[in-house]
């Protein structure tokens, strides 16, 4: 099978299990310019059906790791009165297009799908997690992530760029390897003299993925219900320092009803 035929089978078996899945620094003038939109922007949306009691609209983005996580992402910020929108792709998801056909028109997607979340749901914090499918030179990487700081920026919103936790770098993943690794180097650098963060997730999982520590489900890529807990806690306390919210005990949301989700019955969870 040749590679376009290959990535093609790869992302298509992705989407139909995702269907059912589901270092900082910044100018202090960028910042602040960022503060004072993301501040107007908050006064705006409180009004809005649904508005949350914290003034912060967040939009969490990603692939389908970023999916798994989603459930008791949500369910841990909307417990600190947080409003949130999932959009997650499974088998897919990527800003970096790479030159690979499938994920050039899947980050082309992904632009195309953010531009509209913007508009429907106006973020105040754009959460992208970096996904297993960034593919390209360091530059091309570089390039992106600068690209969605400024559209952050200009839609008055704060971005936050998360490392992707450890993943089994398989036969499929091995030939883009190099991106993998330089992907979570560029997201910071990227995040240097601009309005965002980055959040190197390494401090939760480690860096291997076979490591109790990375709480991999079966499938050595994806986390189930308390690895996903695990990461909506980091998540949202270091959300908290940068947004300026109290996160919600655990105890007031880890056991809900998102650990039911059909994802992680499909991720072999118990």
Known sequence: MDLTSHLFARLALAVVAGAALGGCGASSSADDRAVDRADDRAESTATQPGASRTGVRVLWMGDSIAGAQAPAVQAALEAAGVTVENATS???????????????????????????????????????????????????????????????????????????????????????????????????????????RFLDASELWGTDHAAAEAQRSKDGIHSCQQGSAAFATWFAKHLGELAGFTPAAPAEWATGAWTGDDRFTKLGCS
């Open 90 to 196: 499974d088998g897919g998801g990527n800003l970096v297009a790479g030159d690979h056909p499938v994920t050039t028109k899947a980050a082309r997607d992904t632009w195309k799908a953010l531009k509209e979340h913007i508009s429907s749901f106006r973020p105040t914090v754009i959460a992208y997690q970096i996904t297993t499918y960034d593919w390209g030179t360091a530059r091309e990487q570089l390039t992106a992530y600068r690209k969605l700081a400024k559209t952050a920026g200009d839609a008055g919103a704060r971005l936050v760029l998360v490392s992707a936790p450890p993943f089994k770098i398989d036969e499929f993943f091995q030939p883009h390897a190099a991106s993998i690794k330089s992907a979570p180097k560029m997201a910071a650098k990227a995040a240097d003299g601009t309005n965002a």
